[in-house]
Antibody
Framework: EVQLLESGGGLIQPGGSLKLSCAAS????????MSWVRQAPGKGLEWVSG????????SYADSVKGRFTVSRDNSRNTLYLQLNSLRSEDTAVYYC???????????????????WGPGTLVAVSS | DIQLTQSPSTLSASIGDRVTVTCRAS??????LAWYQQKPGNAPKLLIY???TLQSGVPSRFSGSGAGTEFTLTISSVQPDDFATYYC?????????FGQGTKLEIK
């Protein structure tokens, strides 16, 4: 059974940094692209970042480009998201998401998401 | 970036109704579109991928269609468990995007 579990969220001041982790199990982690998706309180879903299975290809939403960095450690089956220069508008539940393997236009980019973690809340406030 | 516009934003339906949600893309995304269902306090659940492929375990009353810039999600006969918010997502480009969501409410 696929399991994804995020950690590292919390209350942080504007301008601060945080590193989120996602521990994965139940599948061959290194062979799947992964994504981060966030959801501000009472709002819709926002795709944040994606990373290939090898970790060599990454992509970001314009709203976080230059501030967030996605990475992975395939030896530890763990996905990461480094959040820098945090703003109040970054307040959200952050979900770790696994590629569904149903096909995609670019082999090194995630496609649809078939498994999600429960999410970790990042609250940016002074 | 590709924008996705869902309509309507809110949909009221009764048990047994047939309902349709539309997702329009600002440029062609071929068939690289997924649909998700989300209930309050829970992570989303994948329903449809590649525009029309039903995810394993999802009831057959859900169906998806479309290609290019216009897509639809149809529930053939709404059941009590279907009242939730529905999102479309495009993955035609490296930067994915979601629609703003459609909330299905009980009439």
């Amino acid at each position: 059974e696929v399991q994804l579990l995020e950690s590292g969220g919390g209350l942080i001041q504007p301008g601060g940094s945080l590193k989120l982790s996602c521990a994965a199990s139940g599948f061959t982690f290194r062979t799947y692209a992964m994504s981060w998706v966030r959801q501000a309180p009472g709002k819709g879903l926002e795709w944040v970042s994606g990373i290939s299975g090898s970790g060599t290809s990454t992509s970001y939403a314009d709203s976080v480009k230059g501030r967030f960095t996605v990475s992975r450690d395939n030896s530890r089956n763990t996905l990461y998201l480094q959040l820098n220069s945090l703003r109040s508008e970054d307040t959200a539940v952050y979900y770790c998401a696994k590629d569904g393997g149903g096909g995609r236009p670019y082999a090194d980019n995630p496609g649809e998401v078939d498994s999600w973690g429960p999410g970790t809340l990042v609250a940016v406030s002074s | 970036d590709i924008q996705l516009t869902q309509s309507p934003s809110t949909l009221s339906a009764s048990i047994g109704d047939r309902v349709t949600v539309t997702c329009r893309a600002s440029q062609s995304i071929n068939s690289w579109l997924a649909w998700y269902q989300q209930k309050p306090g829970n992570a989303p659940k994948l329903l449809i991928y590649k525009a029309s492929t039903l995810q394993s375990g999802v009831p057959s009353r859900f169906s998806g269609s479309g290609a290019g810039t216009e897509f639809t999600l149809t529930i053939s006969s709404v059941q009590p468990d279907d009242f939730a918010t529905y999102y479309c997502q495009q993955y035609n480009t490296y930067e994915h995007t979601f629609g703003q969501g459609t909330k299905l409410e009980i009439k």
